[in-house]
């Protein structure tokens, strides 16, 4: 199992940036592909991004496609989460996930891993 553990959260205006971090430790990193999930209030919990174990693929949804960037450094055992032009919507906690399989999974059932969350919340 790997252990996961977010940072870089906070509040930020619209429009703004923030760069969100997930450190893994406990596992070879390079092992896993890696992915973003969050849950705003009164919602569930739905993907964001993910990426794959090489790095070189990658997955997002629509809501934050151009806006978002997932990143790793396998080097340093540490997944990033770059998000621009924040607004009201992307207001959440924010998890970083890991899954033993290769591919950048869209669906939380597919994770093992979890880190602790985030929290984002952007004002108006």
């Known amino acids: 199992q790997v252990q996961l553990v977010e940072s870089g959260g906070g509040l930020v205006q619209a429009g703004g940036s923030l760069r969100l971090s997930c450190a893994a430790s406990g596992h070879t990193f390079s092992n896993y592909a890696m992915g973003w999930f969050r849950r705003a209030p009164g919602k569930e919990r739905e993907f964001v991004a993910s990426?794959?174990?090489?790095?070189?693929?990658?997955a997002y949804a629509d809501s934050v496609k151009g806006r978002f960037t997932i990143s790793r450094d396998n080097a340093k055992n540490i997944l990033s989460l770059q998000m621009n032009w924040l607004n009201a919507e992307d207001t959440a906690v924010y998890y970083c996930?890991?899954?033993?399989?290769?591919?950048?999974?869209?669906?939380?059932?597919?994770?093992?891993?979890w880190g602790q969350g985030t929290q984002v919340t952007v004002s108006s």
């Open positions: 996930a890991a899954r033993s399989g290769s591919s950048a999974a869209r669906t939380e059932y597919e994770y093992d891993s």
């Open positions: 990426i794959s174990r090489s790095g070189y693929g990658t």
